[in-house]
């Protein structure tokens, strides 16, 4: 599982849609969507309901994001630590 997958889920829940998490972190919209996919893929769960006007959380994305805020977070710290 990428790190980056991983950042990108966060990027597009906390933006409430894929195309703005792309816009605002300088990255296409299929890369984004991509990562996710990849990532749901990887944990064999769907995280996002995708629709026309944005995301929302499924079950295990709601139960899943919160957890992986917190890794990502531990992931910065550790960086930060060790560099």
């Known amino acids: 599982m ?3 997958n991983l ?3 966060r990027f597009a829940v906390k ?3 894929l195309t703005r998490a792309a816009i605002f972190h300088g990255a296409s919209v299929s890369t984004v969507a991509r990562a996710i ?3 749901e893929d990887e944990l064999g769960v769907t995280l996002l309901e995708r629709n ?4 929302r959380l499924t079950t295990a994305g709601e139960l899943l994001f919160p957890k992986i805020v917190t890794l990502l977070e531990n992931l910065d710290e550790v960086r930060l630590r060790t560099y």
């Open 15 to 17: 933006a409430g849609s």
């Open 37 to 39: 996919n990849k990532l």
């Open 2 to 4: 990428l790190h980056k």
């Open 52 to 55: 026309y006007t944005g995301i």
């Open 7 to 9: 950042e990108y889920f």
